[in-house]
């Protein structure tokens, strides 16, 4: 059903209130202040023991991590699975993708200069795209102990290369293990602007993995490479392809040339601006001067398209940045520059199955 009013944020409301969202709690104890900071943006509270330890996380998170009766605390000093799959979670629904600093927005270009970043998500309430999200998650990951390594990947699309994805790579996820002496890696990524909302066992091949929004992913091998695929319409569907063999040594410096593909202005990225957060229950997307609603079976549609539950063609700049801030909490100081001359001269593809 496509709602044609005016007013969406009476549907957005509405929908929240469905899914029991809360305020954010507070902090339940003294942390180091980058990782209060940053709790506090996902909507977590601390902790330095295992009380929910071995709660389902199934039953414990909700729209932005934080359960409608109860806050959910994240172990700070030894992390479990079910932590690491709280954070990601709520980092999906509170931090959006998003990439308005290539069209004017406060701040200008991404960087790959952490304190830059930090100052954008955490202070500013901004978004961003994989290699912001993923290395301020990874800098967090790794305060609290777990071992993080950093993974270049490209990305599969309709018109990519012969093969199906664009080359070089453009996309950075995260392998994660909750010790150095834990022998079961973790592919995390928050940077996609997709699910899957927890992380996966990898490499785990061949083994299809069901998160909580229902999508299923597995992991397999095509020569040296391992690819990503999750299952669209029936369909096994390729996502990311990346090198099998990871070098452990590689840092957020070494992603110079991927900024670099991404801030062509005739990139994707370069054409249209894109902002989405994602839930278990709802996929939240303005797409140049379009906001849709999408609901939880869109991961599972047989066609290329996602049917909306909600859609509004937003009229002007104003209404653009009024979503951004009521829905994304994306403050209106933060697009006062926002420039969409490129937006709503790109094509309607661009993002269309976003």
């Given at each position: 059903?496509c ?56 039953t ?27 954070i ?15 069209h ?68 950075l ?47 397999v091998p ?49 054409q ?83």
């Open positions: 059903m709602w044609k009013g005016r007013n969406i944020t009476s549907f957005i409301i509405a929908l929240q209130l469905q899914s029991g969202i809360m305020t954010r709690p507070a902090m339940a104890l003294s942390s180091p202040p980058f990782v209060q900071s940053y709790l506090q943006r996902l909507g977590l509270s601390a902790t330095d023991t295992n009380t929910v330890a071995n709660t389902d996380v199934n414990v998170a909700n729209i932005n991590g934080c359960n409608s009766e109860k806050n959910i605390n994240i172990n700070i000093n030894k992390p479990t699975f079910e932590d690491l799959c709280r990601t979670e709520a980092h999906l629904a509170n931090i959006p993708f998003e990439n308005l600093g290539q004017g927005a406060k701040g200008g270009l991404q960087t790959l200069d952490m304190t830059s970043i930090e100052d954008k998500i955490l202070t500013r309430q901004r978004g961003g795209f994989c290699l912001e999200l993923n290395s301020i998650l990874a800098k967090l990951l790794s305060t609290m102990g777990l071992h993080v390594q950093y993974v270049p990947a490209i990305v599969h699309r309709p018109d990519g290369d012969d093969d199906g994805f664009d080359h070089p790579a453009t996309h996820f995260l392998l994660v293990r909750l010790d150095d002496h834990d022998s079961q890696q973790y592919f995390v990524d928050v940077g996609f602007g997709e699910p899957a909302i927890h992380p996966l066992r990898y490499p785990a091949l061949d083994e299809i993995q069901i998160t909580a929004e229902g999508m299923q992913s597995r992991f095509d020569g040296t490479d391992i690819v990503l695929e999750y299952k669209k319409g029936g369909v096994w569907t390729p996502r990311l392809k990346w090198d099998a063999q990871i070098d452990a040594t590689r840092t957020l410096e070494d992603f110079a040339q991927c900024l670099k593909q991404v801030q062509d202005v005739n990139c994707n990225f370069g249209k601006t894109i902002v989405c957060s994602v839930t278990r229950d709802w996929k939240y997307t303005v797409a140049g001067s379009k906001f849709k609603v999408t609901g939880p079976g869109r991961m599972s549609m047989a066609d290329d398209g996602v049917a909306p539950v909600a859609a509004q063609e937003l009229s002007s700049k104003d209404e653009v940045r009024s979503i951004l801030e009521s829905k994304f909490g994306i403050a209106m100081e933060e697009t006062e520059t926002l420039d969409m001359s490129r937006s709503l001269a790109a094509e309607d593809k661009v993002w269309a199955t976003f």
